[in-house]
């Protein structure tokens, strides 16, 4: 059994029916990443200097020395780069990635963000690499940077983004902090949970695309108003999808050093008054989001199929490809996941056993379904999934010659094809399939083969979605 952990579905082409506070067409949701303080530095007790997301093109990291460059341009974001986002954002709700330790080196800073009524979250302990870091080390950096967040901004933190993560980030993250959200994603439009740290933990995904740190990569913006038009090209896309009553989220990645530069900050202050300009535009904090998706939207419990042992998987949906049980039992061997608990992905993967099966094997799921009002049906002996799909078309209230014709039907096609005629009921009626009936019995052999396997995986997925509706 192979297991595909990640999940290339999220909501699908049915997101949840969001509602904003206010009814808000569009949720802004602003972070400031402090981390000032922070980096990688020999002063900190790192190996070597800063090397990322700073003006200085081909940064490397310098082992066993200090950066003065790289310093001073940290410094700035501090220094001068805050204030003048403070000055601009300071009537917002807005949401501080707070690396601890450069937070125990900003007293003044925090001082402002408090006054300001901003989000103070959890950046981490360090702003450092973790992907190579031992799961328990990250551990033990996660409950150090919530206890000294805790005792610089006189309470613990309710969202987390660790950034640059390793592959535990999340579940450590969980177990450790009692956490209104995690922000490690980039995912979706869309808060959504998830398990992880043995619970259902909410995520709220971040940005990389509105990010100034898009400043400071080759591939990035080279002047103020690229990033404005970018905010303003999103903002629209998404206010224009509330508006048709899809409402998502723009999240928006800002840095002090990086923004805080005047050139930048005055792209984002026209940008800032474009949002203003329209009505119906929730300003929050990440906070504030996580517990309004969290009382609107409460995680849910339901079957996942690529969880489930064989003899469960097979007892859910050993019957949906009629009496054909081997069909979902080596399904269930296939490579699924999250991706797969769907009826549109159960589907997927019975069908691709029953397309690579033998003809042999195709032909007995055919021969296993049952004429249509035939003789099985009169007695009362199809499957209930068959008796109800039969009831749906009218075919269980025939009358004497209806039903004749139908059995007369019946024995021609399968004395000429050697299989039941099969088509989808649910699909059709009483009318229809007795004009397929027609139009299809005079078909070489070949044709009806090809056409009556397309039926049953037509049926199979009708009965999974009305399965997984139930």
């Not at 090397?51 to 200085?56: K, N, P």
């Not at 535009?281 to 969290?294: G, K, P, S, Y």
């Not at 859910?316 to 269930?332: D, M, N, R, T």
């Amino acid at each position: 059994m192979a297991r595909y952990p990640r999940d290339l579905t999220g909501y699908g082409p049915t997101p949840p029916a969001v509602t904003w506070p206010n009814g808000a067409k569009i949720a802004v949701q602003i972070v400031l990443n402090y981390e000032e303080g922070g980096e990688n530095n020999i002063l900190h007790g790192d190996a070597a200097s800063e090397a990322f997301l700073s003006e200085i093109t081909g940064a490397a990291p310098w082992p066993g020395q200090r950066h003065w460059n790289m310093e001073s341009i940290y410094d700035y974001g501090a220094r001068a780069g805050f204030w003048r986002v403070h000055r601009l954002l300071g009537d917002l709700p807005i949401t501080v990635y707070g690396v601890a330790t450069a937070l125990a080196r900003a007293p003044g800073q925090v001082a402002a963000m408090q006054a300001s009524g901003w989000e103070i979250a959890s950046h981490g302990l360090k702003w450092v690499e973790h992907k190579d870091m031992p799961p328990e080390e990250e551990r033990a950096q996660i409950q150090e940077a919530i206890r000294l967040h805790t005792e610089v901004t006189g309470a613990p933190p309710r969202g987390w983004y660790t950034g640059r993560c390793s592959m535990n980030t999340v579940d450590l993250a969980a177990e450790e902090g009692d956490f209104a959200y995690i922000a490690d994603s980039y995912a979706d439009d869309l808060p959504y949970w998830v398990k992880a740290g043995g619970k259902d933990q909410l995520i709220v995904p971040y940005t990389m695309d509105c990010n100034d740190m898009r400043f400071a990569i080759q591939a990035g913006y080279t002047n103020g108003r690229q990033f404005e038009s970018y905010l303003k090209d999103s903002f629209d896309m998404l206010y224009a999808e509330g508006q048709a009553g899809h409402p998502a989220i723009l999240s928006i990645g800002l840095h002090c050093r990086l923004i805080g530069r005047p050139g930048r900050a005055i792209a984002l202050q026209r940008a800032i008054e474009h949002f203003k300009a329209h009505d119906g535009v929730w300003f929050a904090t990440r906070e504030q989001i996580a517990d309004h998706w969290a009382k609107q939207h409460p995680p849910t419990t339901k079957p996942r199929p690529s969880e489930m042992d064989r003899d469960t998987f097979v007892a859910e949906f050993g019957g949906i490809f009629e009496h054909s049980a081997w069909i979902a039992e080596a399904a269930h061997a296939l490579e699924l996941g999250p991706t797969h608990d769907t009826a549109t992905g159960v589907h997927n993967a019975l069908a691709r056993v029953f397309r690579s099966a033998s003809e042999e094997q195709r032909l007995s799921v055919l021969t296993a379904h049952p004429d249509l009002a035939g003789k099985l049906a009169a007695a009362g002996k199809l499957t209930a999934e068959s008796t109800a799909e039969q009831a749906g078309a009218g075919l269980d209230l025939l009358t004497d010659q209806e039903r004749e014709t139908f059995q007369d039907l019946n024995a021609q096609y399968v004395a000429r094809h050697g299989f039941p005629f099969i088509i989808a009921v649910k699909d059709n009626t009483k009318a229809s399939i007795l004009e397929a009936f027609y139009r299809r019995i005079d078909n070489d052999r070949g044709t009806e083969f090809a056409e009556a396997c397309k039926q049953v995986e037509r049926i199979a997925e009708l009965r999974l979605i009305d399965k997984f509706a139930s």
